[in-house]
């Protein structure tokens, strides 16, 4: 027997098909939202972070009171949702706090990423790091879904936060087969911070009674001229591979002397360009057998006539100052306590 069709069946089919089609392109538009909205959280996560690492360079290089327009200044050149980021109070808010920052507990086994106190800025107590934190929010984010689900919201705010700290550095690829005496720079910054500029008045080699650095292989094995000479940068003729890379706490060779012909080589180095160089500071005694590396530090030259070569005295450099920086060739760290010069910023969370 067949089947007699109604005519309302065939209604009934097509209202089933719309209700699909309808629930399918809603479907549709809330993984779009969902998307954009993981996007978006992206996006305020990387400002956060590119943010808190800004404030905390600017502080490394300009002291305390800086971060927040160091923060500010980085922030500006990214988007999020599409738009542009400013710290306005309308498009985006960011509030950057100046603090320190506390290391997880070895070995621990909760709460692993450390904890941040706000202090305005400033030195920080023993076991401590210099820190920055960002609070990046993204105002005003449209929700396509709005329409769709009664009592949804129009848009939404996303925040994200990172912390980054000012630490010390493991080890680096020196730039200098020379190392300072940590007294040098005790006389200088009795804190134990970088001073961004500080002038090294005198680097002398040679023991007259104010020797302050001695020569180094940057390794244990004994050097000459040659040595020196070809630990210099690779800009300046000096070794482009093998260069040995200098870890804290690591043994080094140190010798005393007036090497002239690696002085002149230096000289000439500073006359064609090459103005920045990473030194270790190192345990020196009187410049013979071995030292232990202390910490690093970066010396610009700007003159070759702060190079003294030639002559029976006075064979050194003068008048160096420091570079508070956090692009060393070939560093590398973690939370260590690293304090005489050179450090870098890290995002701790």
């Avoid at 401590?128 to 929010?137: D, L, N, S, Y």
């Avoid at 020196?228 to 690779?234: E, I, S, V």
């Amino acid at each position: 027997m067949k089947r007699q069709r109604r005519n309302g069946e065939r209604g009934f089919a097509l209202a089933m098909m719309a209700l699909g089609l309808l629930t399918f392109f809603a479907m549709i538009v809330i993984a779009v939202d969902v998307g954009r909205f993981s996007h978006t959280a992206s996006e305020m996560q990387a400002i956060a972070d590119l943010a808190a690492l800004s404030g905390a360079k600017s502080v490394l290089v300009r002291g305390a009171g800086t971060a927040q327009s160091g923060a500010d200044t980085a922030a500006r050149r990214n988007t999020f949702d599409g738009r542009t980021f400013i710290d306005d109070g309308t498009v985006g808010t960011l509030p950057v706090d100046e603090g320190c920052y506390t290391p997880p507990a070895a070995g621990c086994s909760t709460d692993c990423q450390g904890s941040f106190t706000p202090t305005g800025g400033g030195a920080c107590p023993q076991g401590q790091f210099e820190a920055v934190r960002a609070t990046a929010t993204g105002n005003a984010v449209q929700v396509i879904t709005a329409g769709l689900i009664p009592g949804s919201p129009q848009q939404l705010n996303f925040t994200r936060r990172a912390i980054a700290a000012i630490v010390g550095i493991n080890a680096v690829a020196a730039t200098l087969p020379v190392a300072l005496c940590p007294q040098l720079l005790a006389q200088l910054q009795p804190g134990q911070t970088c001073l961004q500029d500080a002038t090294l008045k005198q680097l002398a080699f040679v023991p007259e009674g104010g020797q302050n650095s001695c020569y180094t292989s940057l390794s244990t094995a004994p050097a000459n001229a040659t040595t020196f000479r070809d630990l210099l940068p690779p800009e300046c003729n000096g070794l482009s591979t093998g260069r040995p890379v200098v870890s804290l706490g690591e043994n080094i060779s140190l010798q005393n002397g007036g090497d002239s012909s690696f002085l002149m080589a230096l000289k000439n180095c500073v006359a064609n360009g090459f103005k920045n160089y990473v030194v270790p500071v190192v345990q020196c005694g009187n410049c013979t057998g071995t030292g232990t590396v202390l910490d690093y530090v970066t010396l610009h030259i700007d003159q070759p006539s702060q190079v003294v070569a030639t002559g029976n005295t006075n064979h050194g450099i003068y008048n160096a100052t420091q570079v508070c920086n956090n692009q060393l060739p070939g560093s590398s760290g973690t939370v260590n306590s690293g304090n005489y010069a050179s450090r870098q910023v890290i995002l701790v969370q």
